[in-house]
Structure formats: structure tokens, C-alpha cells
């Protein structure tokens, strides 16, 4: 079991960077592969990216690559996504997961609140 909390979201401006984390609680985390999510409103739920437990694997949507990169710091507990040269249609809630791993949010056992990214012009 693990709980995810996310942090760093807000307002930028397009081209901006912003840094998110997503902080795990429990004795489980390096167990799992983890991934981020984003769902803008009228819009389902999108994967972004994602990294198996050891950090040496990742994999990105074709909307964000090159501009993301997805991190992880085991001993601190801790997934980032920093997020380069924003858009605006980059604006959505993100969300951090953790499970199986993959582009399938059905993989994922363990959810974050989100946190809001706001991309404005």
C-alpha cells in the first residue's frame, strides 16, 4: 500500500517550466512503477509519462516528449515530472500514479489528488 500526494502545480506562462513532485508514504514505494496522468476538463484522462521502479525506464506520450522528463528518488520517496516549454494545451489536472506501470490507467492501483497546471498565453 501507498499513499501519493502532489505537489508544484500552478499558473505559468507558455514557454514556462514547472516542476512537479508526487510524494509517496508507506514501506512499499520502490515496489511499484509509476506514472503521470492528466485530464483537462470535457477531456478524458490522458496518460503523460511513466517509470519503472528502478528509474532507468521511462516512457512518454508523444504530446510531451522532448519536453517532459519523468524522474524518481527512491530513497527520498519522491516522482517528479519537469515539465519544459509549456503550452497551452498543456493546462489539466495531473495526476500521479503508481501500479504495473505502462499507458493504461487501468495498470495503476494508487492514485494522487492531482494538482492543477495552468498554461496561459
Known amino acids: 500500500q501507498v499513499q501519493l500526494v502532489e505537489f508544484g502545480g500552478g499558473l505559468v506562462q507558455a514557454g514556462g517550466s514547472v516542476r512537479l513532485s508526487c510524494a509517496a508514504s508507506g514501506r512499499t514505494f520502490r515496489n511499484y512503477d509509476m506514472g503521470w496522468f492528466r485530464q483537462a476538463p470535457g477531456k478524458e484522462r490522458e496518460f503523460v509519462a511513466s517509470?519503472?521502479?528502478?528509474?532507468?525506464?521511462?516512457s512518454y506520450a508523444d504530446s510531451v516528449k522532448g519536453r517532459f522528463t519523468i524522474s524518481r528518488d527512491n530513497a527520498k520517496n519522491t516522482l517528479y515530472l519537469q515539465m519544459s516549454s509549456l503550452k497551452p494545451e498543456d493546462t489539466a489536472t495531473y495526476y500521479c500514479a503508481a501500479g504495473s506501470g505502462g499507458v493504461s490507467s487501468s495498470t495503476y492501483d494508487y492514485w494522487g489528488q492531482g494538482t492543477q497546471v495552468t498554461v496561459s498565453s
Open positions: 517509470i519503472t521502479w528502478s528509474g532507468r525506464g521511462t
